[in-house]
């Protein structure tokens, strides 16, 4: 079995209704026989699994659309399944368009014209945003519509990394519910003895590995048909941080089917308990990192936002000041690349270059981007899935 992993973090608001511009098109909706697009914008809505109707732009008499999910969110969209209706179709493709356009329109006549007004009411961190929001944004490259890239029969597996739990969705080829496991983790896993996953500000490592051990072996054992699974994708809490301990990389290679993940990682992270997004501690790493690039308002024209506790910059900063893409990590059995949704987050990425930035890197932790590696766009693929869990 040969699988490609692919480990999309961007953050979704879910419940807006307003369009993301800088979440691109991260789904790669594909089709068959119709062509999956938002009316009038090239650009993902944030709300797109849970409230927005897509239209499908129709050719005449053809078969119902089979529109393919590769990538991003499968387990959100399972909150509201995405249903296309064909009856839909004609009554409100050129209406709904028109309503969203013509809306637009009128939002536009209430703007300040010319660009210095403009400029001037929005500031220089919303004007840097902006120029990200509107620098290229294009809906993410179509793959070919052969059915024979996709075949009938395939499966796509999708996790949900929260606080509190581990979920699996499978879903198949027509976006249709096929399985369903979840591993909460105060339940499963007591020996680390977590009150809502969590120690305070923090969670152990290991119970997220052995989670991932527990929710495969459920899916398996349930009969779901592994065999059949093409891809696979997932999202996570943001702003946790996971630290892999030097020589990390060997082990993750080496993995042994025989043995559980928990027993074999047990000596992989240089942290055994991993901050995540409740964790406020580090307000005197903020300052100093504000400091370091000229004031909140460089550094959220640079980076997108002003530090905050729970993001990873202050994190490492407190890190490497009182000691010397994981799951994806887990599941290619490698370093899996910290992906442009992730880095956005971390208070460390200049989103105009979508690259790290090495003034707020040499004011975070020396020698810090060889050990965050390069950062990878998100609907790239991680690589193909380690061997442990073929044979497990």
């Known amino acids: 079995m040969y699988m490609h992993i692919h480990m999309a973090t961007a953050r979704l608001r879910i419940g ?14 594909l089709s068959s026989q119709d062509r999956v697009q938002y009316p009038g914008s090239a650009t993902c809505p944030s709300s797109i699994f ?4 897509l239209n499908i732009a129709s050719k005449g008499s053809a078969p119902a659309p089979s529109a393919y999910v590769a990538v991003a969110f499968p387990s959100l969209c399972l909150r509201r399944p995405l249903r296309v209706l064909r009856s839909d179709v004609d009554k409100r493709k050129s209406s709904d368009v028109n309503k969203w356009r013509s809306s637009d329109k009128d939002k536009d006549k209430r703007k300040p014209r010319g660009r210095g007004a403009r400029a001037a009411n929005r500031g220089p961190v919303a004007e840097r945003m902006m120029e ?4 290229k944004v294009q809906s993410a490259p179509m793959a070919a519509t ?8 395939a499966l796509f597996l999708g996790f949900d990394s929260s606080t509190q739990s581990l979920k699996a969705t499978v879903l198949d080829a027509r976006l249709r ?12 896993l007591p020996k680390y003895a977590t009150q809502g996953g969590v120690h305070r500000v923090t969670a152990p490592t290991l119970m997220w590995v ?10 398996r054992d349930s009969g779901c048909p592994l065999d059949s699974v093409r891809a696979i994708s997932g999202s996570g809490q943001q702003h946790g941080s996971v630290y892999w301990a030097r020589g990390a990389r060997s082990i993750l290679q080496s993995l042994n089917s025989s043995e559980g993940l928990g027993t074999q990682l047990r000596n992989a992270f240089a942290i055994n308990d991993s901050p995540i997004w409740m964790d406020s501690s580090t307000h005197k ?4 990192i504000e400091d370091a690039v000229g004031g909140p308002e460089a550094l959220a024209v640079l980076t997108g936002s002003r530090a905050h506790e729970r993001f990873t910059a202050s994190q490492i900063r407190k890190i490497y ?7 994806a990590s887990l599941l290619i059995g490698d370093y899996a690349s910290i992906d442009h949704g992730d880095g956005g987050g971390m208070n460390l990425m200049d989103l105009k270059a979508k690259a790290w930035s090495e003034v707020v890197l040499k004011a975070v932790a020396p020698a810090l981007e060889d050990k965050l590696g390069p950062l990878a766009a998100p609907f790239s693929v991680a690589g193909p899935i380690h061997p442990y869990f073929v044979e497990r």
């Open 50 to 53: 849970s409230r927005v109707k």
């Open 146 to 153: 052969s059915d024979a890239l996709i075949p009938e029969d």
């Open 132 to 135: 990200v929001d509107n620098d």
């Open 285 to 288: 790493q903020c300052n100093a």
């Open 16 to 29: 807006s209704a307003s369009p993301t511009p800088a979440l691109k098109l991260w789904c790669c909706l």
């Open 177 to 188: 519910l096929v399985h369903s496991e979840s591993i909460q983790f105060d339940a499963a």
């Open 321 to 327: 000041e009182t000691r010397s893409s994981f799951m």
């Open 210 to 219: 052995e989670a991932l051990d527990l929710l495969m072996e459920k899916l």
